[in-house]
């Protein structure tokens, strides 16, 4: 402890020994010059901060540089200008004076232990950490400017002992010193300018703009780089603008630069060698979609055939504003003038590549493949000639470029024109040279010879000169061209050489040579002929000597038109000739026109036939059909045709003066053709059947004039009418009016006819000259309806009339029957008031006629209703018509019964006949069932069903006909398409699946049937069944009619015709199911079903009126509760829960 003691005592008597020797400098006030003078201070207390950190014993200074990082760890801080060493308790003031250029600067200060730091010469501190703690250091950032004095402060207390002073600076931007960058550039390019030289700033951004320094500053550009693609020659300015704090804008640099125009148009052609226009740079497509629309950047040149092969590097030329290696594209035009040739081309490329020899309009698909690929290429062939305008388009994507074009070419000759030599040859004359004309024969050409119209076929071997000596046996045709190059050929030329075997007249006939006086022969027609015919002739004479006459045809065929008509006998040749050879006469034909013939003395002086004209000069009565080609009836004789007979005359009718020709009832007069003219008055004579003065029949007049009043002049005058097809109604005619031909009237009973007189037979007289010819009668508009008639002394085929006039008409006519009022005097009357006749139209159309009375036999279904129409009108009759649009229908000779091969009465003139008889063409396919409804008091409607050529399942008004509705009391009818149809024609072939449905109309209640009135076609042999679906009955209507009870009323939904009996029911209701029993008990009506749930029941009245329903039941058994009925028979349907439908008859 003592020597411890006194070694303290000997250790600071050193001290103080040491101290007392040295001398302390600095002034404590001076600041190094950008370094640090660092003043230090020892024993400084302990405290934290020390407080007398600055004012305790000052021992002098130390010297740093301007960065410094003072680490003295635990050692002691010492130096040349301090007296003694620190390690603990001191202080350092450190002084810098420094001229900072302006800037922004980043200070970092650090110690161990407290710090601060002053730019102010110590009166603030931008920097404070001043307390006692392990290293840390401090960052803060200040804008300076000139002179600046810094006073660095620390104190170490105790431990490791650190100083450091760092700064970086961010000085204000100074002015660039010039702008780099292409300053010499092609029109449409672009170059990037770059500010350089000067220091920047790290907030600096610059400002570009054009001409004068601070003028046309350009928006948006605010970094040191800038592209820009001046139109004309610009000067480009730029300068830097700092923030704050340094808020500086620097002076600028300014460039130049100059735009040249590009070279080349894009539109030049080379001649006879390439330009090629370039552009750059391209997208990255493959191919590239902006081949052609980038930057046009010049133009480089090609000869003619060249190979550009770039391989990796770049295209460039003096007329190139730039080079590109890839990512390019050319387009090479080329225009030449060719010779006539074909042109082998070869193009090839790395990558894509397409030639054109239109302009560029289109591309040639053999020599293009416009996609990026290595190199190849590709060849073809075009023929072209004159002035070509070649295209070459090609692009670079990357890697080697290559683009090459050559051609090799086969030049062609000019093809010949024509071929000299004979055209005719006749047969054994001799041959003739062919010669090819026209054209140029190019070398190593050759000509070719072939047969036939086809060039190129038929080749002969051998012939390669323009000229062939020919012998041909039969007509030839030659043909020549020229071959190219042994592969190429030139169009060709033909000739026909015509080669007559010798001219063969041939022979003429005709289907009549003998024929009616003043008309036209039938056509004459050659045969057998070898040679044209130049014209026909006719003569007086078959040796051609008298009249010989020329015919201006040169057709096979001599036509009537030409020959006209003629009145005596002729005699025609054709002349002939063969080519070139000796033209020939055929043997001539002659058409006989007969001499008249003369009926006189009660004979005949020949005998009569179609070609003869004839004179009745004695009173004559036909008994059988006489058939001439005119007839007169001279010196004041008569002409009597009878009943059912016919005068069937070709052209004209002459009634001399004084002389009569008579038609009674059912008799014709038929006229074959339409452009004659009769002369002289006919009495026509046309009866009803019995009728009474109520009556009204419908007429039409077969002569003119006639009046209505001639007609029937008994009867009152008011009771005369037509029917306005305009206003589409009834209009009384004054019964002085002249009929009008086609037009129908409908005219009442004579007065004098009066009940309860027996009914009588009306004869309705008409004379006047018989119509002929073509007639027309206007016809209303759509929808109404026309009265027409029968214009001639002759049955109408209304087949042909309802034909030839389609386009107006609906296909349906309508011939009104009533003869008789309500009354007691039917085949079966009944009682009182319930005594019915039928007042009813009878329709036809193409499916056939409906009736309006039964059958003689109404139980025989094959028996024939003599009251259907069948569909010959009646000299006489009026008949309804419906219009399709407003119009002139047409009557014409075509039309007549007895002329042009229509067959056919003049005897159903509506009334009825009882002996007409049903007669229909066999030239289509009819199926045809008649149906009828009636009752037993004589209430009748008939329908047809028919299954006929040409008809259809839809609605079409040559087949199917709407119900006129004419009877008073019921009307029958099949539906379709909601069309109530008296006549319904369907399509063929039938089919056993048809189902039609039938309604019906009445105005009386009661009993009724249906049954089968005729059939035929397939009809004769399939079964036809009624479905009643009130009832639930399916009956056969083949077997017997259907008896069925009806009240008043419309009824289109209960009864469908069917073909077949997959639901057949009977008619005596006998239950389906054995497990089901229906019975009375008491007054009411009990149900007992064993398996099946009742679902629903009904009961009807035999009338099928519906007197009690019942529905959701779902019960084995049920009973009525409140059916108030007895004394009659019901009909109770009952429906199972499976749909089972149980019909059965109940008596109560």
């Not at 329903?1109 to 009909?1131: A, M, R, Y």
Request: with cysteine; aromatic share 10%; hydrophobic share 30%.
């Amino acid at each position: 402890m003592h020597k411890q003691l006194l070694l303290l005592f000997f250790f600071c008597l050193f001290i103080e020994s040491s101290n007392a020797q040295c001398t302390i400098t600095g002034n404590q006030t001076s600041y190094g010059a950008s370094a640090w003078i660092g003043y230090v201070y020892a024993n400084t207390n302990g405290g934290n901060p020390p407080s007398n950190a600055f004012t305790t014993t000052y021992q002098g200074f130390v010297n740093q540089p301007e960065i410094f990082d003072q680490n003295l760890g635990s050692g002691s801080i010492s130096g040349t200008n301090l007296c003694g060493t620190y390690a603990n308790n001191f202080a350092v003031r450190y002084k810098m004076n420094k001229t900072m250029p302006a800037g922004t600067y980043n200070f970092t200060v650090g110690g161990d232990d407290g710090y601060r730091l002053s730019i102010d010469g110590g009166t603030t501190y931008i920097i404070n950490n001043w307390n006692d703690h392990g290293y840390v250091s401090s960052t803060t950032s200040v804008y300076l400017s000139g002179n600046t004095n810094f006073v660095l402060e620390y104190f170490e207390t105790g431990g490791d002992s650190r100083v450091s002073f760092n700064y970086t600076v961010d000085p204000c931007s100074t002015a660039p010193t010039s702008i780099t960058g292409n300053n010499n550039i092609c029109n449409g390019f672009a170059t990037t300018l770059t500010a350089t030289g000067g220091s920047a700033n790290s907030s600096t951004t610059y400002q570009w703009g054009t001409g004068t320094v601070g003028s046309n500053i350009i928006a948006g550009q605010t970094a040191s780089s800038i592209t820009v693609t001046p139109a004309t020659s610009t000067t480009y300015w730029v300068r830097r603008i700092d923030s704050s704090p340094c808020n500086v804008t620097t002076g600028a640099a300014s460039q130049l630069v100059t735009v040249n125009p590009n070279p080349g148009d894009q539109t030049s052609y080379g001649s006879n060698s390439w330009i090629g226009y370039v552009y750059a740079p391209t997208n990255t497509g493959n191919p590239p979609s902006n081949a052609f629309t980038t930057n046009y950047i010049g133009y480089i040149t090609q000869s003619e055939m060249f190979n550009l092969d770039l391989v990796n590097g770049s295209i460039s030329g003096p007329n190139l504003c730039s080079s590109y290696a890839d990512y390019f594209a050319i387009r090479f035009k080329m225009q030449e003038n060719l010779d006539a040739g074909y042109y082998t081309f070869t193009v090839g490329g790395d990558d894509g590549y397409r030639l054109s020899v239109d302009g560029g309009a289109t591309f040639l698909t053999n020599l293009s493949d416009w996609t990026g690929h290595a190199y190849q290429s590709k060849t073809a062939t075009v023929y072209l000639s004159g002035n070509t305008n070649f295209v070459l388009e090609y692009f670079e994507s990357g890697g080697q470029s290559r683009v090459s074009f050559n051609y090799t070419v086969c030049k062609t000759s000019t093809a010949p024109t024509s071929i000299s030599g004979a055209s005719t040859l006749c047969t054994g004359e001799g041959g003739t040279t062919l010669i090819a004309t026209g054209g140029i024969l190019a070398s190593n050409s050759v000509y070719q010879w072939g047969t036939g119209s086809t060039i190129g076929s038929n080749i002969i071997t051998g012939q390669t000169t323009p000229d062939y000596v020919i012998n041909p046996t039969v007509t030839t045709t030659y043909w020549t061209r020229i071959i190219d190059c042994s592969t190429y050929t030139t169009s060709g030329v033909t000739k026909t050489i015509t080669v007559n075997t010798g001219t063969t007249a041939g022979t003429l006939s005709s289907t009549a040579t003998t024929i009616c006086k003043n008309t036209s022969p039938n056509p004459i027609t050659i045969a057998g002929n070898v040679g044209s015919i130049t014209k026909w002739q006719y003569a007086n004479d078959n040796a051609f000597t008298s009249g010989v006459t020329d015919i201006a045809s040169t057709a096979t065929t001599l036509t009537s038109a030409l020959m006209g008509n003629i009145s005596t006998t002729r005699y025609y040749r054709a002349v002939v000739q063969s080519g070139s050879c000796p033209i020939k006469n055929t043997v001539p034909i002659s058409i006989t026109v007969p001499a008249s013939l003369t009926y006189s003395n009660g004979a005949w002086n020949g005998t009569p036939d179609a070609t003869t004209s004839v004179v009745i000069s004695d009173n004559l009565i036909l008994t059988n059909d006489l058939s001439v080609c005119s007839c007169q009836i001279s010196n004041g004789y008569t002409l009597t045709v009878e009943s059912d007979k016919n005068l069937i005359i070709q052209t004209t009718l002459t009634v001399d003066t004084n002389s009569n020709l008579i038609v009674k009832n059912n008799g014709s007069i038929v006229q074959a053709k339409d452009n004659y003219t009769n002369s002289g008055n006919i009495t026509y004579i046309r009866s009803t059947t019995p009728i009474d003065k109520f009556d009204y029949t419908y007429w039409s007049t077969p002569v003119s004039p006639q009046t209505l009043y001639n007609l029937s002049p008994n009867t009152s005058g008011d009771k005369f009418y037509s029917f306005n097809e305009t206003i589409d109604d009834w209009k009384q005619e004054d019964n002085s009016i002249t009929m009008v031909k086609g037009k129908g009237y409908t005219i009442r009973g004579p007065q004098d006819y009066v009940s309860p007189k027996p009914l009588s037979v009306f004869d309705g007289t008409f004379k006047g000259a018989p119509n002929n010819g073509i007639i027309t009668i206007g016809i209303g508009k759509a929808g109404n309806s026309n009265l027409l008639g029968n214009p001639y002394p002759s049955a109408l085929d209304a087949s042909s009339f309802l034909t030839a006039n389609s386009s107006l008409l609906e296909g349906t006519i309508y011939l009104w029957t009533h003869n008789t009022d309500i009354a007691l005097n039917t085949p079966n009357p009944g009682s009182g008031t319930y005594a019915y006749s039928s007042d009813d139209y009878a329709s036809y159309n193409l499916t056939g006629g409906v009736g309006t009375a039964k059958a003689i036999s109404s139980t025989n279904s094959g028996a024939v209703n003599a009251n259907i129409p069948t569909g010959k009108i009646a000299s006489g009759q009026a008949f309804f018509t419906t219009s399709k649009a407003i119009g002139t229908a047409t009557f014409n000779n075509t039309m007549r019964v007895g002329a042009n091969g229509i067959t056919g009465t003049n005897n159903q003139f509506f009334k009825f006949s009882s002996n007409s008889k049903t007669t229909e063409s066999k030239t289509i396919e009819k199926n045809r069932l008649w149906l009828d409804l009636y009752n037993d008091q004589g209430a009748f409607k008939q329908t047809l069903i028919g299954y006929i050529t040409d008809a259809t399942d839809d609605y079409d008004d040559s087949f199917d006909g709407e119900s006129f509705d004419g009877n008073e009391f019921v009307d029958f009818y099949s539906i379709n398409e909601d069309k109530i149809l008296t006549i319904q024609g369907r399509a063929l072939p039938f089919k056993d699946t048809d189902i039609v449905p039938i309604g019906y109309t009445t105005v009386i209640d009661g009993n009724f049937s249906i049954g089968i009135d005729q059939v035929d076609g397939d009809f004769t042999t399939q079964v036809v069944y009624l479905e009643d679906k009130l009832l639930d009955i399916t009956h056969n209507l083949t077997e017997k009619p259907y008896d069925f009870t009806t009240e008043k009323g419309v009824f289109n939904d209960r009864f469908e015709i069917k073909y077949t009996n997959k639901t057949l029911g009977t008619d005596t209701f006998t239950p389906s199911n054995s497990n089901f029993a229906v019975y009375k008990k008491g007054k009411q009506i009990k149900l007992d079903s064993q398996t099946k749930l009742i679902q629903s029941v009904q009961i009807f009245n035999i009338s099928g009126k519906l007197i009690y329903s019942q529905k959701e039941i779902n019960n084995l058994k049920f009973s009525t509760t409140d059916l108030s009925i007895n004394n009659q028979v019901v009909i109770v349907k009952t429906t199972l829960e499976d749909k089972e439908i149980i019909t059965t008859k109940v008596i109560l």
